[in-house]
């Protein structure tokens, strides 16, 4: 009987494996070392690893610091064209919205056409869907 059970154990962790790896390499994208320093009472400095799989003609970041309340204090971008496989640092001053703003949160949408934030939903969503996200909560 424990036989069986290994064997379905091997089986399910070979299905997980399988699921994780296509999905990561399905996006083709992962951001590790993310920092984000309240560098003055008027700006973030935000730098991370952009880490690609796969080659890209065109990358937009488009980035969003949110404070405590939930409420955006800093956006910023970085368009990256004809980019192959590898990792790439990536090095933002983003101005804040509120002086003196406190951040709690970052998030990285990645979109693979140029993105276009007045296109929204009936319900104030963006119209246009990321390629990849990534929502990192700042301690």
Not at 17 to 25: A, E, K, P, V
Not at 64 to 93: M, R, W
Not at 127 to 136: G, L, V
Request: net charge negative.
């Amino acid at each position: 009987m424990e036989t069986k059970y290994l064997i379905a154990m091997l089986i399910a962790a070979g299905m997980l494996m399988y699921i994780g790896t296509t999905m990561f390499y399905s996006t083709g994208f992962g951001i590790t070392d993310l920092n984000l320093e309240d560098s003055s009472d008027t700006q973030f400095q935000l730098s991370y690893m952009l880490r690609s799989v796969r080659s890209f003609d065109y990358v937009d970041c488009e980035y969003s610091i949110v404070s405590e309340d939930g409420e955006e204090i800093a956006t910023g971008n970085t368009i990256l064209k004809d980019i192959a496989d590898g990792s790439f640092q990536i090095n933002e001053t983003l101005d804040k919205t509120k002086p003196g703003a406190k951040a709690k949160g970052v998030q990285i949408r990645i979109y693979t056409e140029p993105f276009n934030p007045e296109n929204k939903n009936s319900d104030g969503t963006y119209a246009q869907s990321p390629f990849f996200e990534q929502k990192t909560v700042i301690d």
